[in-house]
Each structure stands twice: as C-alpha cells, then as structure tokens.
C-alpha cells in the first residue's frame, strides 16, 4: 500500500491521542477503586470482582477484536472502540450501581479500551509503513499509553480529592464525545476499510476455516510462550511492585519517596526505552532484540529481588523500565510478520489473550504466595524465570527458519 507521509503522521497523531485518552479508562479506575466500592456498600474482595471481569473481558475479546479488524480494517475497529466508551461513560455518569457497573466497566470498557490500543493500531502500522519504520512508528503510537500513565494519574488523584464518580465519567465522556470521536472519525475518512479490505471469496473463507490451526503450531506457541514472560513481568509490576517495596521500606525515613521514585523513573525509562527499541530494530534481527530484551528484564528482577536502598531501586526501575513497551512492540511485529494478510489480526488477538492469561496467573498467585509466605520472593523468582525461558524462546526464533530476515524485514509485507 502507497501511503503519503501526510497520512502516516496522522495515523501516529491520533494513534497517540486516542490510546492517551483510553488510559483513563483504567486510570480514573484505579484512583475511585475505594470511593467505586463505597459508593457500592462492598467491600474490597468483592468489588475487585470488576477488576478481574476487565482483565479477564480483554483476554477474552482481544481475538474477536483482531477478527473484527480483518473483516472491517483497523480505523473501523479504534471508531467501534470510541463509540463503545462514549455509551459506558454516558450511562456511568447518569446511572451507578454495582451489577450496571460491573457490565459497563467489566465488559463493555474492556471491549473499548481493546479496540482502540494494541491489536488495532499493531495492524494499522502494519499496513501504512514501510518495514524499516514500523517499529519506530507502533513505538511512537503506543506510547500514548505511558503518557497518559504519566500525566492522567497526578489528575486523577487532585480530582479525587474533590469530584465525585459521576462526574469524572462525565468528564471522561466529554472527551470521548468531542475529541475522541471525530479524530477517530477522522482517521476513518483517511484510511477507509477498502484501503485495508481485499475481497477474495473462496480464498478468505478458507483462511477463515484454517486460521485455528495456526494456535497448535510450534510457531504460535512459542510466540505464546515468550509473551507470557511479558504479561507475568507487566503484572508484577502493576500489582505486586508497590505493596513489596512499601513493607520492605516500611518505618524507613524515605519510604514513600523511594516508592514514588522509582516509578516515576520506571515511567520515564518506559517512554525513552520505546523510541529506543523502535529505532534499533532498524538495524536488529527482531528475535534477537527479544531475547536481548527479556535478559535486562530478567536481570532487573533479580536485582528487586534484593534492592534494600534507593539506588537498587533506581537501577531495577531504569533496566525495567527500558523494556517495559519493548517485549510488546518487537512480539507484535514478529507475530504480524509470521502470519498472511486474512489471519494476523484473529492470531494476534489470541497472542494477546495467552498475555492476559498470565497476567491473572501472576496476580492471584503472587497474592496466594504472600498469604502463604509473608513474603514475595516466590512471586518475583517466578517472574524471573518466566523471563528467562523468553530468553530461550527468543534464541529459538532467531536461529529457525521463520525470522531468519534481515532486520530491515522484521514485518509481513502487505499482500
């Protein structure tokens, strides 16, 4: 596909603001968690129920947002996205109980925040850059999301201090409704779905029937298997990081400036680690930039393991962060590159499902062990092996026959 550079600094600008945008989704979450719980007369265990609906809805239609992109295209697919948000957050700010929650939130976001982020935007990139590009570009779009961590979250906390749910829905609304929506529209215009949609008859009905077969292949699997590491690490972090360095530290004199610290540098070297794994891959083999990359995040977690000061804490925060969005950018682009044009959507969904999969693993796990232990080492050895056979994996891939290109190849070429 010919596409104009104007067209391509386009797509990169609203793939940036809409995935800026859709980090509210769970940001303004995480902030309300305990006021959402109030307001519900539940207690915590039992309204964390609409946490584990979201992880567990994104796991679930990652594959059926992938298929969705096949049939209608990726621009399509990130306005289905949009439309979805402006419809929960309409309601949540006009209506509020637990089980209308619980569906709005735990499904009905999930599908949103899906179609607008990772499988769709990993697709668009595929079709509209060149392949020398095409890290650096996903890298720059996806970065919208550490963004709007980065940014959102201090505005999430000074408004919780005084605006209740409603009206950050309300909020949220707004900005779906008058930003989000005609950029995506916007996109749509530039990038229709004829542009993205070839129709082969018998040909696409018999990819339709065999794309399946592809999940049993050693070639998925081990794809599967190396994301794995990526989703068990991304969860230790989100959920488990924070409460072990806040006992570790507890009754210390830096205690919340040691926490706060390293992650706002884990943040940061998120950002700079991106553009940084985007730009290199136009000189890597893209397996060997995996491997690479599980190693440092493997090395970081053993020096977590044992960080008793601020310094350890600044190096695991920097070596960690600097692969945080890489292990997602460089399996994104393998996986497209390792599938036809009918399929990759349908099979990268499901890749991203086996991440999800790991990130429920690694959450109740880790919290059954620190029940069990007090302690949580096991989770963080664990998490370090899971890193460690994605070493392997990567290796495996660099030395068979299906990622053998050069690096200026590390992507399908559109067919």
Aim: with cysteine.
């Amino acid at each position: 596909m010919d596409i104009s550079r104007n067209k391509q600094i386009i797509a990169i600008f609203v793939g940036v603001l809409v995935t800026f945008w859709a980090s509210s989704i769970k940001g303004s979450y995480q902030v309300y968690f305990l006021d959402l719980a109030s307001m519900c007369g539940l207690g915590r265990g039992v309204f964390s129920l609409t946490s584990a609906l979201f992880g567990l809805s994104i796991g679930i239609l990652s594959p059926v947002v992938g298929w969705i992109c096949d049939r209608i295209g990726p621009a399509l697919t990130i306005l289905s996205g949009a439309v979805v948000a402006v419809f929960v957050y309409l309601l949540m700010a006009v209506s509020f109980n637990f089980w209308l929650f619980l569906v709005l939130f735990g499904v009905l976001a999930a599908y949103a925040l899906t179609a607008m982020t990772f499988v769709p935007l990993a697709l668009l990139v595929d079709r509209i850059f060149d392949s020398q590009n095409k890290g650096m570009a996903y890298a720059a779009i996806t970065n919208g999301t550490a963004i709007g961590f980065m940014v959102l979250s201090p505005f999430w906390v000074w408004l919780n201090t005084f605006v209740i749910w409603q009206d950050i829905s309300l909020i949220i609304f707004g900005v779906f409704a008058v930003v989000i929506l005609p950029a995506c529209i916007w996109l749509c215009r530039v990038f229709p779905r004829r542009e993205f949609i070839s129709e082969t008859g018998a040909e696409s009905h018999e990819d339709d029937l065999k794309w399946h077969q592809h999940l049993r292949k050693p070639l998925f699997l081990l794809l599967a298997l190396s994301f794995g590491g990526c989703g068990a690490s991304m969860a230790y972090v989100d959920v488990h990081l924070v409460p072990m360095l806040q006992e570790r530290f507890t009754g210390g004199e830096g205690e919340a400036t040691i926490v706060a610290s390293s992650l706002s540098v884990l943040g940061a070297a998120e950002l700079i680690g991106a553009f940084l794994v985007g730009y290199l891959l136009r000189f890597s083999a893209p397996a060997l930039m995996l491997s690479l990359l599980y190693a440092v995040r493997g090395a970081s977690m053993l020096i977590v393991l044992s960080a008793d000061n601020l310094l350890l804490c600044m190096i695991f925060a920097v070596l960690f962060g600097l692969t945080y969005m890489g292990t997602v950018i460089v399996t994104s682009l393998m996986c497209l590159k390792a599938y036809g044009e009918k399929v990759k959507g349908k099979i990268f969904g499901c890749l991203f499902t086996v991440h999800q999969v790991f990130v429920f693993g690694t959450v109740w796990l880790g919290g059954l062990s620190y029940d069990a232990t007090q302690s949580y080492s096991f989770i963080t050895l664990a998490v370090t092996g899971l890193c460690f056979v994605s070493v392997a994996t990567g290796l495996v891939f660099y030395f068979s026959d299906a990622f053998k290109d050069k690096p200026q190849s590390q992507v399908a070429t559109p067919s």
